[in-house]
T-cell receptor
Framework: IAGITQAPTSQILAAGRRMTLRCTQD?????MYWYRQDLGLGLRLIHY???????GKGEVPDGYSVSRANTDDFPLTLASAVPSQTSVYFC?????????????FGSGTRLTVV | AQSVTQPDIHITVSEGASLELRCNYS??????LFWYVQSPGQGLQLLLK??????LVQGIKGFEAEFKRSQSSFNLRKPSVHWSDAAEYFC??????????FGAGTRLFVKA
């Protein structure tokens, strides 16, 4: 089934540890995104990539990094996790630059930093 | 600044009753408009979108939305709600760039 796969589904992480959230899509979409979802705040964009080899910062990029080595994969790395990064993380993709066709979302990664 | 407001944090409707979820946006022109649905433990799924043309758009699962330029609104409606519609609903706008702005969401409860 075409879509986005995120891993892990959930994780408890000690503060200060490094963590990479994985995201893979099989739709050959050019653009990919990472959002975090927090209660009462909706979804906030962390980083995006409009095509392989390029990335950009979103609304809340501090403490996170991304890479886009190929079309399918868009990992999100927390270099040194802090409790405020406890959240649900969603990877998304869109078939056109600018996301005007809407997004396809993964099922999310629930991360707890203790 | 661009923003999306969903005035209702949660709404409860009876099964079989009609539904309207409100969405207002702030932007100097007409943006691309979207509604998404999120079931518990799942990612968001696109219900419908509006770019231009007919201001009443049809989506999946029997949902529709009406764009009203004068009110900067894009309200979501369904004539008859089913228990399976219980979920959280997000309105979103895109102004042509890489950033889609989401509202805070409205949680729908359906009572038997």
């Amino acid at each position: 089934i075409a879509g986005i796969t995120q891993a892990p589904t959930s994780q408890i992480l000690a503060a200060g540890r490094r963590m990479t959230l994985r995201c893979t899509q099989d739709m050959r979409h050019n653009a990919m995104y990472w959002y975090r979802q927090d209660l009462g705040l909706g979804l906030r964009l962390i980083h995006y990539s409009n095509t392989a080899g390029t990335t950009g910062k979103g609304e809340v990029p501090d403490g996170y990094s991304v890479s886009r080595a190929n079309t399918d994969d868009f990992p999100l790395t927390l270099a040194s996790a802090v409790p405020s990064q406890t959240s649900v993380y969603f990877c998304a993709s869109s078939g056109t630059t600018g996301a005007v066709d809407g997004y396809t979302f993964g099922s999310g990664t629930r991360l707890t930093v203790v | 600044a661009q923003s999306v407001t969903q005035p209702d944090i949660h709404i409860t409707v009876s099964e079989g009753a009609s539904l309207e979820l409100r969405c207002n946006y702030s932007y100097g022109a007409t943006p691309y408009l979207f509604w998404y649905v999120q079931s518990p433990g799942q990612g968001l799924q696109l219900l419908l979108k509006y770019f231009s043309g007919d201001t009443l758009v049809q989506g999946i699962k029997g949902f529709e939305a009406e764009f009203k330029r004068s009110q900067s609104s894009f309200n979501l409606r369904k004539p008859s709600v089913h228990w399976s519609d219980a979920a959280e609903y997000f309105c979103a706008i895109n102004t042509g760039g890489f950033k889609t702005i989401f509202g805070a969401g409205t949680r729908l409860f359906v009572k038997a």
